[in-house]
């Protein structure tokens, strides 16, 4: 299926592409084995090994990778805002070579990295979970855009721009209304791993990723769901609207003061 594949293979990472396109192949291993450390310390696990990342250099090779080696049934042809697809231990995305005539994004180097940090996360949190396939949205694009630092930046992926737009304004959307939207679950639902992480510490993190098997993450947790739901909301408009950066007329000062922090 992928024979036509060269590979570099490094530290149970192994990084697919196609002739030519070696540089970017390297590059991507670096990142790959960089998160793949930071996510092994985070989660206090030996790496999982045997990562597979393949570089495509076109929209059909996604696809036909997408649903014919990962098994994951999507639209065909697929949304040239995909980037990336996880499942398992294998992750299929658009080269960096490919982006200009396959993608609506523009290539950029660090948001690439951040890329593959965030997939990683998602083949972390897949290799650990009791039941991946029970895991709210929200839990599983939250985690992924928290623990790769993804919601600090101001990039196209914008993970921190409906944060920034409506909590100044105190808008938070209920707990509820995150469970049961795609969109809020990639926008709300990073600050509400964060609360849990500021509030409980990475333990629960782990602990969350690694018992819960019904979905259920506040009462794995040993939160009533409206406990949770009032404590994130008072915590997000205090200590968590100060770690999250946002501050009346700061303008664009936070990001330079939490890239430092890095
Ligand atoms: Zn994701």
Not at 30 to 41: D, I, P
Not at 104 to 128: A, G
Not at 209 to 234: A, Q, S
């Amino acid at each position: 299926m992928h024979a036509s594949y060269m590979s570099i293979k490094e530290s149970g990472c192994e990084v697919l592409f196609k002739e030519g396109d070696e540089q970017n192949a390297r590059k991507t291993m670096e990142f790959l084995k960089n998160s793949v450390n930071f996510l092994s310390q985070y989660f206090g696990i030996t790496p999982p090994g045997n990562l597979r990342l393949f570089l495509v250099q076109d929209r059909g090779e996604f696809d036909r990778l997408v649903v014919d080696l990962l098994g994951v049934d999507i639209e065909i042809p697929s949304n040239p805002g995909r980037l990336a697809q996880p499942q398992k231990k294998d992750m299929v995305f658009i080269s960096p070579a490919a982006y200009g005539e396959h993608s609506t994004y523009e290539f950029n180097p660090e948001e690439f990295e951040r890329l593959v940090f965030h997939e990683t996360t998602h083949v972390f949190e897949e290799y650990l979970s009791p039941n991946i396939e029970l895991m709210p949205r929200w839990w599983s694009e939250g985690l992924a855009v928290y623990v790769s630092g993804h919601w600090q930046f101001r990039d196209q992926f914008k993970f921190r721009k409906a944060v920034e737009k409506n909590l100044p304004e105190g808008k938070i959307p209920d707990f509820e209304e995150i469970n049961r939207s795609i969109d809020l679950s990639y926008d709300w639902g990073w600050t509400l791993v964060m609360f849990i992480e500021k509030t409980l510490g990475k333990e629960a993190i782990r602990k969350a990723v690694m018992e819960c098997g019904d979905g259920n993450i506040p009462e794995t947790l040993g939160w009533k769901k409206d406990d949770f739901e009032r404590e994130w909301k008072e915590w997000l408009l205090g200590e968590g609207k100060e770690l999250i950066g946002i501050q009346r007329g700061k303008g664009d000062c936070f990001e330079k003061r939490i890239r430092r922090r890095r």
